[in-house]
């Protein structure tokens, strides 16, 4: 492929050394016979500005072929038009030299070889310009000193007819040999030659001595080409022009049909510059034209880009979320086995002590990993945006004491005392999410157990009644051993901990207090923390709330007798139906077992269950399959409530389950108060 390109760039650059050679001859040719003024200077001169753009565009083996064929084509014509050997040198001596020179003023300070603004066309001309009046400089004085010629007026023609070829076929090459302008504005064939048959025709008619001198007629036609074809269409435009009028003006212009007065010289500028001008005109057209195809270019490039961007995003959110729910299921299964059947040994009376001090670690082992767990789908829940705040008339101080009340038993174990104050001059009810305050609470107690080695740890709560809303404070002050202000900053970043050096003392994913900013904030709270090394922490939230009424919620409470309650268990792990059956079995409750969706729906057919608990993970039939057949059964049958008992807890998975049918979500490991309260909360409403 490299091979390829690179031989294609060789074709390139001989194509364009073979057709700057062919031009460099022609117009020296043509300027030299036909053009020259009584001084001997010729008054069009493109050669410096083709030899000086070939220097540009070709590589260095081509540049020094370019250079020999323009030195010995030079030396060639002008002794042909009848130059003296010393003069035939100096000329080509100050053409080549000034071509060397634009070409390393140009690589100095102008950049890359092309013209796709205003602003470059016009910093082209400006470095262009000193070096043809230094040049057009150095050939007066040796004529004048050498040849006895009038210095000033060599000078300015010099200087006239190689201004004016740089500034016209300079740009007008760099234009044409462009690449982006090339691949822009893409016509069909047709259309380009009737373009360019038009301009031909009418600077045919506009510059013969019989014709209509009317050349303000190009402009329309230059810009319509500008329009339709870009740079190149205006350069184009322009070159065939010139090459019309420029002829024409040799054989006579103006003298049939307008009289001057003017000498053949001047007549010959006079059309330069009009060409100048025309091309100018066009040009800036064009080049408006190409900048702002290439911003639409740029801003589709960037639409494509952002939209495989966003899919990309999409497909990594997708694939996080899916490797979510895989390790959260595979964690989750073996996790219910492991609480379930700890939580039953727990609850018999045979068992020596030291067993059961050993069934107590293992407990809490898996407790602790059951909260990693849930750090990391609440993190996932608040990342995506879908947790929903439940507001309902909530006692605050009644939240903190239900919060220390659970810790309180840890922070005994490890010989720390637990106060709880409360300033309420209120005493009421206030609109907070009760059950995420309680979340964030806990999250502050259990790092203030866990970081306090002695001494205490304070709960406080103080409220300050306002016209519309009350401010609530919660401060969690403890005696550990306090954080340095340089770490500060990381405590409420995801993943992270103020020491995670291999040495720390305490694990954990660092996910609580990234969870609680998350749940604060999205409260309309503040949280923060004030500590130093060895004087403690205080981590504080404050909060705004109005002070409420209380109403009747109208939720069934769970019953209290279940020994009723016939219920299907579904479940194709025999450890699961196992757990859920003794625990189930526990408060009275008849279990019958299934372990495929398949024999669930033939069960719930037969009718009598009044709950049905569903594994979502099975084989032959799943879970939401099983739940829409049963769903599908006629009467009573199929209005059983359906709960879904599954390590499937994200929320997109928890909406499958309702929106399959199923009317409540117990998440594995199972908790025995959990589901309990689940099964009572659906026998009550029956």
């Not at 305050?437 to 009644?465: C, D, H, M, Y």
């Not at 923060?528 to 709330?545: K, M, Q, T, Y």
């Given at each position: ?363 809490s082992a898996g407790g602790a990993l059951l909260t990693v767990v849930n750090d990391i789908l609440d993190f996932s829940r ?305």
């Amino acid at each position: 492929m490299q091979a390829n390109v690179a031989h294609q760039e060789q074709r390139r650059q001989d194509g364009l050394l073979l057709l700057l050679a062919v031009s460099l001859a022609a117009s020296q040719t043509f300027s030299d016979f036909l053009t020259r003024d009584p001084q001997g200077i010729a008054t069009l001169w493109p050669s410096n500005a083709l030899l000086a753009a070939g220097l540009l565009v070709l590589d260095r083996r081509r540049q020094v072929a370019l250079t020999l064929v323009a030195v010995l084509i030079h030396l060639a014509i002008d002794l042909l038009v009848g130059d003296s050997p010393d003069r035939a040198a100096l000329y080509t001596v100050v053409d080549i030299g000034e071509a060397f020179l634009v070409w390393a003023v140009v690589r100095r300070f102008f950049g890359a070889p092309r013209v796709r603004t205003m602003r470059q066309l016009a910093l082209l001309t400006t470095l262009t310009a000193p070096v043809t009046f230094v040049s057009s400089l150095a050939c007066a004085a040796v004529l004048a000193l050498v040849h006895g010629q009038v210095f000033l007026t060599v000078l300015a023609d010099r200087f006239l007819c190689s201004v004016l070829g740089m500034a016209i076929v300079l740009p007008a090459v760099l234009v044409l040999l462009d690449s982006e302008h090339r691949r822009a504005f893409q016509r069909p064939l047709a259309e380009r030659i009737s373009l360019y048959v038009l301009i031909a025709l009418l600077a045919a008619i506009v510059f013969h001595a019989k014709g209509l001198p009317l050349p303000f007629l190009l402009f329309p036609v230059s810009l319509l080409a500008a329009f339709r074809l870009g740079p190149r269409g205006a350069a184009q435009a322009s070159i065939i022009v010139a090459c019309v009028a420029i002829p024409l003006t040799v054989q006579g212009l103006w003298t049939g049909q307008v009289y001057t007065g003017w000498p053949q010289a001047q007549q010959n500028r006079l059309v330069q510059m009009f060409v100048g001008v025309l091309f100018a005109t066009s040009l800036a057209a064009g080049l408006a034209l190409a900048q702002q195809e290439r911003l639409r270019r740029l801003l589709l490039r960037r639409e494509r880009l952002t939209r495989a961007a966003r899919g990309r995003a999409l497909a990594a959110n997708e694939a996080k979320t899916e490797f979510l729910a895989t390790m959260s299921h595979e964690i989750r299964t073996p996790l219910n086995s492991v609480l379930g059947f700890t939580q039953l040994l727990v609850g018999r009376d045979d068992l020596p002590a030291d067993v059961r001090r050993q069934l107590g670690l293992i407990d809490s082992a898996g407790g602790a990993l059951l909260t990693v767990v849930n750090d990391i789908l609440d993190f996932s829940r608040v990342e995506a945006g879908q947790v929903e705040l439940l507001f309902q008339p909530t006692s605050a101080a009644a939240v903190l004491h239900d919060a220390a009340g659970i810790i309180r038993s840890e922070a005994q174990a490890r010989g720390l005392k637990l106060e709880v104050e409360v300033v309420d001059p209120v005493g009421g009810l206030h609109d907070l999410d009760g059950l995420r305050l309680r979340q964030v609470l806990l999250n502050l107690l259990n790092n203030a157990v866990k970081f306090t080695e002695a001494g205490r740890i304070r709960a406080s709560l103080t409220v300050e009644p306002g016209d519309i809303e009350d401010r609530l404070r919660f401060e969690i002050a403890d005696t550990g051993v306090g954080i340095p202000v340089e770490r500060q900053g990381k405590l409420f970043q995801r993943f992270s901990q103020v020491d995670s050096s291999a040495s720390r003392s305490h694990g954990g994913p660092g996910l609580g207090l990234a969870i609680s900013k998350a749940l604060v904030e999205l409260m309309g709270g503040r949280i923060g923390v004030d500590s130093a090394p060895d004087h403690g922490s205080v981590f504080w939230i404050e909060l705004s709330a109005p002070p409420v009424d209380a109403y009747d919620a109208a939720e069934p409470a769970p019953i209290d007798d279940p020994a009723a309650a016939r219920i299907l268990l579904v479940d194709d792990h025999p450890m699961n139906r196992e757990v859920g059956a003794a625990l189930l079995a526990l408060v009275g409750c008849r279990v019958e077992t299934a372990d495929n969706g398949q024999q669930a729906v033939a069960m719930a057919a037969r009718g009598g269950f009044d709950i049905i608990l569903m594994d979502i993970h099975m084989p032959e039939m799943d879970g939401l399959a099983a739940t829409r057949a049963i769903r599908a059964l006629d009467g009573d049958h199929g209005q059983v409530p359906i709960i879904a008992m599954s390590a499937d807890a994200l929320p997109q998975q928890v909406e499958r389950c309702y929106a399959a049918g199923m009317v409540d979500h117990v998440a594995k490991p199972v908790q025995r108060e959990v589901l309990y309260a689940k099964v009572g909360r659906w026998l009550a409403r029956k």
